[in-house]
């Protein structure tokens, strides 16, 4: 039948090589370096117009372990990543600080130490195969996908016809070996090879966490991904996808169930199984682990680069939204896998539609119109990426089949790594990570350790002559969740390349070297001289392998150092671990000390949750620095005090940087977006000027009595000044009488020295009470929340002065609430329910601002008809309220840029200049005020 099926073919041209490689993605790519450096004539087949995979036409950044600077990767893979950072060092406008920063990350993403575009790396990977291709070795056919196999008895490959996409002629390639490395296995099927799809049954594998009954369609998902840029003020809306409604309402089929429609912020934690809200605020994510999906993926980081060099970040989106559920593309025909492709697409293009017009935004607006797709980045009309992302492959049935238990953390406790392969051919680490499946499996996301490739998983148990060189090796399901990722793959071609060299070169098979020991140490030898490592270091500390270790703000890492493996044979001791080699908690101790010596902490250490937000590590590894310290002498650990240091300072010891401290209420997501947005700006200039912004925030220093709360504060955390938000009384009072250098970010109440910035609450008011009143409103009020902060005091003064002021016989009603939605409502009931309603409100905080408005619509009162509104403040969200508020805007940059020049005077240790500020906004009319309905009568 197979024979029949090369006949049907219209094969009008036959090539010849030593090795065939179908697939030209991540392991193809490798599989053919390895063998033209060994010499070898090689046909490089590519369904897509790039090559590269994962890495290109995939759209997929490298997902990498946390050592992978320094070791855990093949000597191959590292030229890649540091042609990738040359490209850009060589090509792009980079900041002089960042080019010279030998790891370079493009997008500053927190996924992976190499964000990059798939452009960079289509041209670093054509580059590294270019003296190949001229000298005649490589032929690389783009565009061919395989169709049929030619058997040689059966047992043996004899050839495999591609077809050419675009013009439907098919070549018949002729080789000694054949790899496949196609992203599907598309290979294995053809040539009847035993392989395995989706999940295998506990009775076949042996693997605890294994279902008792197997289920081939149980594939994970695929994705078709996308890059986006943001715009703010244009409009890039798409048309509406044809399947635009069924994907809005699509709730995924699993177990345990998703928690909404897929197209949304509410999503699973993949490891706790726990609800989460995704976070989703382009240029706005604050920098750091888990910060929210647009630098989750960012692959340009516009900050990286000269000014004005790009309007906008890139994102690249590979989130849990786009994974497509409703079939695999694996256990189906062609018609259906076109037609699941083209759906997947539709998923995407509805998520792009979704992000631009109904996705609710943290400032409680909806949708980016701004983001745009870049099509050009990704070589496609449609602005999505050429293939779709895939997770999973056929698999052979092979020699050696790696299970659950070999490689889960869970299955060998008291274990730092997974078996010990002694037939080794590379090594590799990422967690068991399975995303949701099509068989309506959930996420299984499971702690692994560090692995080996056995050659054994690369030998498929009949067939003499072809050879996995991408995800298709002897993996189960479940272990495919740790063996799918970039280095991984790169690792598992390379050494199926260079087996198929080694191979011709000794005249000999696959089978034949795993077979014999004095063969295969023969081979590993080779590898090794490769540069390919075998083994992993034996003292490892787990928590430095993290994919997202390069996102915590830790010490540098010392540099990349290959693992000594030249004298590695099967049967003797694993390889040192590199002299450089620290683990996590060992440098986050070191840098402790080190502030320490600098004077940043004196007396007494910050507490453990400050420390693990400010060095982004985890409590565990605090508390292991923390220990290490302890047993050094520099540390002493008193039970419900903390730590106190006994290291003393030199008496000259002054920081290395500036650090300005800025203390709110609440942490920063919880307070207004307009106030986010200058944090961020001053955080900005702050950097700028060689200074850092840190930020504390918590209730107990804003109280009647907070003193000792604020003793303890700046004790534990000393910083060169303090920028004070939403201050009362007690906080001014404090600094005061302490003489603590500080700006504050508002108002301050009368009797303080003590430098501020503000907008001119007191005019502002004021003018609004005049604008009400000269249109002929009578009875005005003002709505702002109790409280002792001076801006609100000086706001209230401001408005009785403006009512007072206009001589129209209006008394000023100051409406007092407790915060809450609830309090504005009761204080908004009385007072319509009152004989004498106003007819025009000034409201203090566009987020009363909001709450008002609702409570006048389920009234049945109309805005302007009924009642004339006025918002003190502005936010971006009041752009999408209507009608238009009236409102006083003032822009964030101008409020930072002014808060930056008394903290520039701190900075300098001298009087700020000037000590009080007053910044007047903006008035922008909006179709919220108007004159009275009896007066227009």
């Known amino acids: ?482 063996y799918r990722l970039h280095p991984v793959e790169w690792n598992i071609g390379e050494a199926a390349g260079a087996l198929a060299a080694f191979c011709l070169a000794e005249g000999t098979t696959p089978a034949a070297v795993h077979a014999a020991a004095d063969r295969r140490a023969a081979f590993q030898r080779e590898l090794v001289a490769r540069g390919v490592e075998l083994a992993w270091p034996e003292n490892l500390n787990l928590d430095d392998g993290d994919p997202h270790a390069h996102a915590r703000c830790t010490p540098p890492l010392p540099p990349y150092r290959q693992c000594n493996l030249l004298g590695y044979t099967p049967h003797s001791a694993m390889p040192p671990s590199p002299a450089s080699y620290q683990s996590l908690a060992a440098q986050v101790a070191a840098r402790i000390a080190d502030e320490i010596r600098a004077g940043t902490w004196q007396e007494w250490l910050p507490g453990e949750r400050a420390l693990t937000d400010s060095l982004q590590v985890s409590r565990k590894t605090l508390r292991k620095a923390l220990a290490q310290l302890q047993r050094d002498g520099t540390l002493v650990t008193t039970h419900g005090l903390g730590h106190r240091i006994t290291l003393a300072a030199p008496s000259s010891a002054r920081r290395a940087d500036a650090t300005i401290g800025l203390l709110t209420p609440e942490s920063l997501e919880n307070l207004r977006p307009y106030t986010a947005l200058w944090v961020d700006e001053l955080r900005a200039l702050l950097i700028e000027h060689g200074a850092r912004l840190n930020t504390f925030a918590g209730h107990r220093y804003f109280n009647t009595r907070p003193d000792k709360a604020l003793a303890r504060l700046v004790q534990q955390n000393p910083q060169t000044g303090w920028v004070l938000a939403h201050t009362n009384e007690q906080i001014q009072q404090w600094f005061c009488d302490h003489r603590v250098p500080c700006v504050i970010a508002g108002s301050c109440h009368h009797g303080f020295d003590l430098p501020n910035v503000d907008w001119d609450n007191f005019a502002i008011c004021r003018h609004a009470a005049g604008a009400m009143l000269r249109l002929g409103h009578r009875r005005v009020a003002f709505l702002t929340r109790q409280s002792q902060r001076a801006g609100d005091l000086e706001s209230e003064a401001g408005f009785i002065d403006g009512v007072r002021r206009s001589r129209a016989g209006a008394e000023p009603v100051i409406l007092r609430h407790d915060g809450t939605a609830g309090g504005v409502n009761r204080v908004l009931t009385r007072l319509f329910s009152s004989a004498s309603a106003p007819t025009a409100l000034l409201i203090a905080n566009t987020v009363y601002y909001l709450s008002a408005i609702t409570f006048l619509a389920q009234r049945g009162l109309r805005v302007p008809r009924d009642v004339s509104l006025v918002s003190r403040n502005d936010d971006t969200f009041l752009n999408y309220v209507t009608p238009a508020p009236t409102r006083y805007t003032g822009n964030a940059k101008t409020y930072a840029k002014r808060l930056l020049q008394p903290i520039q005077s701190i900075l300098r240790g001298e009087p700020a200049t000037p000590p009080v500020q007053r910044i007047e906004p903006t008035f922008l009319p909006g179709a919220s005020l108007t004159a009275p309905l009896s007066s227009i009568r």
């Open 1 to 482: 039948m197979l024979r029949a099926m090369t006949r049907a073919l219209p094969a009008t041209l036959t090539l010849t090589c030593d090795v065939a490689i179908l697939g030209a993605g991540v392991g193809g790519l490798a599989a053919a370096l390895a063998l033209a450096r060994a010499g070898r004539r090689v046909i490089l087949t590519e369904e897509f117009s790039w090559i590269g995979g994962q890495l290109t036409s995939q759209a997929i950044p490298p997902d990498e372990h946390g050592w992978i600077e320094r070791f855990g990767c093949t000597a191959t893979y590292r030229a890649f990543r540091e042609g990738v950072r040359a490209y850009y060092r060589a090509h792009y406008p980079l900041l002089p600080a960042i080019a010279a920063n030998p790891r370079l990350n493009p997008g500053n993403g927190w996924v992976s130490p190499l964000c990059h575009e798939p452009r960079v790396a289509l041209a670093v990977l054509e580059a590294m195969l270019a003296p190949h291709v001229s000298s005649g070795r490589i032929l690389i056919l783009r565009r061919h996908r395989p169709r049929a196999v030619a058997l040689a008895g059966a047992d043996t490959l004899a050839a495999v016809t591609v077809e050419c996409l675009d013009t439907g002629v098919a070549t018949t390639i002729r080789a000694s070996y054949f790899l496949d490395a196609t992203e599907n296995g598309d290979v294995l099927p053809l040539a009847s090879v035993e392989h395995v799809t989706g999940s295998e049954s506990r009775a076949q594998t042996g693997e605890p966490s294994a279902p008792a009954t197997a289920r081939p369609s149980n594939v994970q998902a695929f994705s078709v991904c996308f890059v986006l840029e943001e715009l703010a003020g244009e409009d890039h809306t798409i048309p509406r996808p044809g399947r635009y409604d069924f994907w809005r309402s699509y709730v995924p089929r699993l177990t345990p169930p998703w928690p909404g429609p897929l197209l949304g912020w509410a999503g699973l934690n993949p490891r706790t199984m726990e609800t989460m809200r995704y976070n989703f605020n382009p240029h706005r994510e604050k920098p750091g682990l888990f910060s929210g999906l647009w630098a989750f993926r960012r692959i340009i980081d516009r900050a990286q680069f000269a000014p004005g060099a790009y309007r906008s970040d890139v994102c690249l989106v590979n989130w849990p939204m786009i994974d497509y559920m409703e079939g695999d593309l694996l256990t189906c025909s062609d018609a259906e896998r076109t037609a699941r492709l083209a759906d997947a697409k539709q998923l995407s293009l509805s998520m792009v539609h979704w992000l631009q017009t109904e996705a609710p935004r943290p400032d409680v607006g909806t949708g980016w119109p701004g983001l745009r797709l870049r099509a050009d980045l990704l070589g496609t009309a449609d602005g999505l990426a050429m293939a779709p992302y895939i997770r999973e492959s056929r698999r052979i049935l092979a020699r050696t089949t790696i299970r659950e238990q070999d490689v889960s953390a869970k299955f060998r406790p008291g274990d730092t790594l997974a078996e010990r392969y002694e037939d080794s051919v590379g090594i590799g680490y990422y967690r068991i990570d399975l995303h949701p499946s099509t068989g309506g499996d959930n996420y299984i996301d499971v702690p692994s350790l560090p692995f080996r490739i056995p050659l054994g998983a690369l030998i498929p148990q009949r067939v003499t002559n072809l050879l996995p060189a991408a995800k298709n090796l002897g993996t189960t399901h479940l272990t495919n969740g740790c």
